[in-house]
C-alpha cells in the first residue's frame, strides 16, 4: 500500500484520453473541423487493421530515433489515434505527427502488433487533406521536390550525381577498387558512362503517372495546400499531352 501511495494520480478523471496522450489545455477549437477529421480517420478503413491496442509498454518509443531529438513519442501517437475525443487528434495533427521519421522501428517493436507509423501516416494524409496549416508549413520547403517528382519520377538529376557521393559512378572508380566492380555490374551497360539517359522517362510514361495523380485524388490534396504548384504541374502536364497527341499522329501511333 506503501508503494500505491507514492505513485502519482490523476487530478481529472473526466478527461482521461486528453491525460493520456499528453495532450495541451484546449482554449477554443474549431470543432466541426475535429469531428471531420475524427470521423473521417475513424471511417478509413485501415484504422481497424493500423490500431488494435496498447499495452502501455513504451517499447515503441525507446526505439524512436525522434523521440530522443523531439517532443514526440509513438505511444501517444497510438492513444491519441484510440482516444474518442476529436480535439485529442486534431491537437496531435498541428505538430507532432511531423516529427516522425517514418523508419517504423516502433511498428517492429510493438508486441501487440499496432502499425503506428501507419496511422501517423494516416493522420498525415487527412492533415493534407483538409489543408491544415502544419501541413502547408510542412511541406513549404519541398515544392520543388515535389515538381519533380510528380514531372519527372525522381527529385534527383543527373547534375547532382558526383564521384564524392556516388563512386560506383565515377568513371574511373573500377581503376581505382575492385571492391566496386560489383556495384558497376548492377548498373546497366547503356548508361554505365552517362547519367542522363538513366533519368529519362518516356513521356507515356510521364502521362501515366500523371494520371494516377489525377485519378488518385493527389492533386486535389496539394490543391487545398499550395495552389500554385498543382498550376505548375497541371500545365507541364497538358504541353506533354499535347506532344504525345502530335507524335501520335506524326508516327501514326
Known amino acids: 500500500m506503501s508503494i500505491l501511495k507514492?505513485?502519482?494520480?490523476?487530478?481529472?478523471e473526466q478527461y482521461p484520453s486528453m491525460i493520456i496522450a499528453g495532450a495541451r489545455e484546449h482554449g477554443e477549437q474549431p470543432h466541426e473541423l475535429a469531428n471531420k477529421i475524427f470521423s473521417e480517420m475513424r471511417g478509413d478503413f485501415r484504422y481497424k487493421e493500423f490500431v488494435l491496442g496498447c499495452l502501455n509498454c513504451g517499447e515503441c518509443t525507446t526505439g524512436c530515433p525522434a523521440a530522443r531529438f523531439y517532443d514526440f513519442?509513438?505511444?501517444?501517437?497510438?492513444?491519441v489515434a484510440m482516444s474518442d475525443d476529436p480535439d485529442v487528434l486534431l491537437d496531435a495533427m498541428q505538430e507532432k505527427i511531423w516529427a516522425c521519421c517514418q523508419c517504423y522501428t516502433c511498428n517492429m517493436r510493438c508486441r501487440f502488433g499496432n502499425d503506428?507509423?501507419?496511422?501517423?501516416?494516416v493522420m498525415r494524409e487527412l492533415a493534407v487533406r483538409n489543408g491544415l496549416e502544419s501541413a502547408k508549413?510542412?511541406?513549404k520547403p519541398a515544392s520543388r521536390s515535389l515538381l519533380k517528382v510528380m514531372t519527372h519520377g525522381t527529385q534527383v538529376s543527373p547534375d547532382m550525381i558526383q564521384p564524392d557521393f556516388f563512386i560506383d559512378w565515377d568513371p574511373k572508380a573500377v581503376s581505382k577498387t575492385g571492391d566496386l566492380i560489383a556495384l558497376r555490374k548492377a548498373i546497366p551497360i547503356d548508361v554505365l558512362q552517362v547519367t542522363d539517359s538513366s533519368w529519362e522517362v518516356s513521356m507515356q510514361t510521364a502521362l501515366e503517372l500523371a494520371q494516377i495523380y489525377e485519378e488518385s485524388g493527389v492533386l486535389d490534396m496539394l490543391r487545398s495546400l499550395d495552389p500554385d504548384l498543382v498550376e505548375m504541374i497541371v500545365d507541364i502536364i497538358s504541353d506533354w499531352k499535347d506532344e504525345f497527341e502530335e507524335m501520335k499522329e506524326k508516327f501514326g501511333i
Open 6 to 12: 507514492n505513485l502519482p494520480q490523476r487530478k481529472d
Open 137 to 139: 508549413e510542412v511541406l
Open 116 to 121: 503506428i507509423a501507419g496511422i501517423i501516416s
Open 73 to 79: 513519442s509513438p505511444r501517444e501517437m497510438l492513444q
